[in-house]
């Protein structure tokens, strides 16, 4: 008896996630299908010029741009931003620098700061156990 391998596919807001683009800013061709691992792999491998320009330019989708602000996607909600930006709006936000985010910025860096200072506890504590 032999078996057959079922194709692994995904949703496109499931591939959009993996790959980091805002699922409404991508052709609709991507948006109307399924996605196969294979698939993924290969946007992930060789990236067409779309995927290479989302990237780029965005509209990015909000982990991406809290990522590149420095901040939480909570942080993000709180200073009033719900909406994919592009690099360049995000840029004009490092620029202006508006009192939520440095705010934001300074909360993220206390949270970053904890998590390291437990995660050497911990290691400290495992090494005493050993």
Do not use: C
Request: positive net charge.
């Amino acid at each position: 008896m032999t078996q057959h391998q079922s194709t692994q596919t995904m949703k496109p807001a499931t591939a959009a996630k993996k790959l980091g683009v805002y699922l409404d800013a991508t052709p609709a061709d991507f948006q109307d299908g399924v996605v196969s691992r294979a698939e993924l792999n290969a946007l992930r491998a060789d990236p067409p010029q779309w995927l290479r320009d989302l990237r780029r330019d965005g509209p990015h989708p909000r982990p991406v741009v809290a990522a590149k602000l420095g901040v939480s996607i909570a942080g993000l909600a709180r200073g009033g931003v719900t909406e994919a930006l592009t690099t360049e709006q995000i840029e004009a936000l490092k620029e202006e620098r508006p009192e939520w985010l440095e705010r934001e910025r300074a909360t993220q860096a206390e949270v970053r700061k904890e998590a390291a200072r437990i995660k050497k506890r911990n290691a400290e504590r495992a090494e005493g156990d050993g």
